[in-house]
């Protein structure tokens, strides 16, 4: 098989699936799901339910049974990205090349935008046509507190008042505003495809761990190509003064230091009784492809 390609083609049906679930209308405030499709189907990695599907998949559920659920994940993680943007938060001025939703659009509206993603999220999960009842909890659940007060957005509270912190406390801030919603997506692909407790437990530390890598590679790419992410030579993060795992490890450490969490992950997949290997290609691609 060539994993690549069969990453490319789940890509395209997320996005295809994610433009199903909010259609153009003519209400009259139509204006909200325009905005909200700007942000959403504006492309970039689709890493969230990817990963829930290909870890579905591993165990059995066929993608065209995962990716409606799978799209919840991607709405969360596009309204974090709306709000982040926003004056009061990053004020970034561009989103993956293009002018961020509170630029293209209104303000008021941005806000409103990545309000109605998060919602309608949770509505997404109701109405999936493929799990039952009790997958549905279990996933709403899953999905509320690693985006709630103790998960993403304790995360975005730690970022926005800590300007100057240990290495601890940074790790502390990254687990819950990045790591805690990866972990949910391999949790995701667990419940779907009904995993055991122990199996879905070692998937979600998985994702702990690649979420944590994930956002390690991020501060890199804020060094090294900061205008093809973010549109502009410099991140918001260095403008602000926010400390970063590059500025307190330095390039190289921080590269070995992604590197070694990505390893600790994939080491752990080798303990589960299924072929892994997709999983193994998508995270190394991550790491090495970006630093």
Do not use: W
Not at 31 to 43: D, H, K, T, V
Not at 44 to 50: A, D, E
Not at 97 to 105: E, R, T, V
Not at 253 to 274: G, Q, V
Request: hydrophobic content about 40%; aromatic content about 6%; proline content about 3%.
């Amino acid at each position: 098989m060539d994993y690549q390609e069969h990453f490319k083609q789940i890509a395209k049906f997320i996005e295809k699936t994610c433009s199903e679930l909010i259609p153009l209308t003519d209400k009259p405030y139509n204006e909200i799901f325009l905005a909200a499709r700007y942000s959403l189907l504006a492309g970039g990695k689709r890493l969230r339910p990817l990963l829930a599907i290909l870890t579905a998949e591993m165990l059995g559920i066929h993608p065209d049974q995962s990716v409606a659920s799978s799209c919840a994940l991607e709405m969360i993680h596009t309204y974090s990205l709306i709000h982040d943007d926003l004056p009061g938060m990053d004020n970034d001025d561009f989103r993956r090349g293009k002018p961020s939703l509170h630029k293209a659009f209104p303000e008021g509206i941005a806000v409103l935008a990545g309000d109605y993603l998060l919602t309608y999220a949770f509505e997404v999960l109701v109405n999936a046509k493929h799990q039952n009842a009790d997958q549905k909890l279990v996933l709403i659940s899953v999905l509320a507190k690693s985006s709630g007060g103790d998960g993403m957005i304790a995360g975005q509270v730690m970022d926005i008042m800590a300007l100057s912190v240990d290495l601890t406390s940074l790790q502390q801030t990254h687990l819950n505003k990045t790591g805690m919603l990866i972990a949910a997506s391999m949790e995701f692909g667990a419940i779907i495809g009904k995993a055991t407790t122990e199996q879905r437990n070692l998937l979600r530390q998985f994702g702990l761990d690649i979420g944590l890598a994930f956002q390690i590679i991020d501060d890199i790419l804020d060094v090294t190509q900061s205008k093809e992410k973010h549109g502009r030579e410099v991140a918001s993060d260095l403008i602000n003064g926010k400390t970063t795992y590059v500025s307190l490890m330095g390039l190289e450490e921080s590269k070995n230091f992604a590197k070694s969490l990505t390893n600790k992950a994939l080491e752990s997949l080798k303990t589960l009784p299924f072929d892994t290997k997709p999983l193994k290609i998508l995270t190394d691609s991550l790491v090495n492809r970006q630093i």
